[in-house]
Structure formats: C-alpha cells, structure tokens
C-alpha cells in the first residue's frame, strides 16, 4: 500500500477541511472534488476547476507532511475560485494571506517548502 493515494488524499482533504482556518472557508465536500494522484515529476500539485479536480504527484510527496502543505496549498487555490477570485491559480497578496494563516494555525514555517 502506498502512502500517498486518491484514498489518504481525500481523507486528508476531509480532515483539513475540519481544521481552522480552513473550516471556515466554505469549500465543497470531498465527494464533490476528483482526487487524482501519480508520479509527475512536473508538477507538485494543481487544481482544476472544470470540473473540480486536485492533482498531486508521489514524485514530490516523500512525507505525509509533504502531502498535507501541497494539498492546503491547492486548497487556497479553490478558495479563491470558489470566492470568485478571477486569478485564483496566482500566487499573489489574497493567496499569500490565506496560506499565511493556514500555516500560522499549523505551526508551519512558510520558508521551508
């Protein structure tokens, strides 16, 4: 079994979910979103709108705490789409904010990843 599968990824996204700041935000349940990992060494993760959809790829996900920092990361992305944020996939002052906060809460060091 691997670590990092569609599985742990969607579970993982149900637990952040839960969590403050994230709690907060509105985003759609899990069953809404197609969770989509494998080994892309192009991409560390993305977000698709049409229809909802995170990738992440096992290339870069070496630990659990790889794969929660990268999947609140595309969480931020489907926020802002969600909020109506037309440059949602920027990583700009709005996203900054709210990446800020989520690793504020989770004891993270915005530098380390």
Known sequence: ME???????KETY???RSMPPMMDWNLPPAHKIIFQV?????????M????LKIHLSTYHQETFNNLVRTLAHEMVHLKLYLDGKS?????????RKFMSKFNEVMGYDRREM
Do not use: A, Q, R
Request: aromatic share 16%.
């Open 48 to 51: 698709n709108v049409e229809p």
């Open 87 to 95: 440059n949602y996939d920027y990583h700009d002052k709005t996203f």
């Open 3 to 9: 670590l990092i599968d569609e599985y742990t990824v």
């Open 14 to 16: 149900k637990y952040l």
């Open 38 to 46: 494998d080994d892309d060494p192009e991409v560390m993760g993305s």
